[in-house]
């Protein structure tokens, strides 16, 4: 990721149809949480988020499991037409 990380304590850490989802409060950078999506026991998806979110992704874990990037939008959805999830370059809007 390129940014100095620093953990705290796992939020969750949950499988579900055959991902695992987990969540890690952190120290550095303040605010955010480290999520990783894990499938087959090989991290397919890490990104940072909003610490005040992470139970939307634990809430729409079978969203992300059945389209990875549509699901990751849904979960990032702030309900006033923004978004917390930024897609790479070329994948929907952020």
């Not at 605010?31 to 990104?47: N, P, R, S, W």
């Not at 939307?56 to 389209?67: Q, S």
């Amino acid at each position: 990721m390129g940014l100095d990380i620093v953990r705290d304590k796992v939020a969750f850490d949950q499988e579900h149809r055959g991902y695992r989802f987990v969540a890690t409060y952190l120290s550095q950078p303040k605010g955010d949480a480290l999520v990783e999506i894990f499938k087959d026991g090989t991290c397919i998806k890490d990104t940072l988020w909003p610490a005040y979110k992470i139970w939307n992704i634990a809430a729409h874990a079978d969203d992300i499991v059945n389209d990875l990037e549509a699901g990751l939008q849904e979960a990032g959805a702030t309900g006033f037409g923004g978004n917390v999830y930024v897609p790479p370059s070329g994948q929907g809007e952020g």
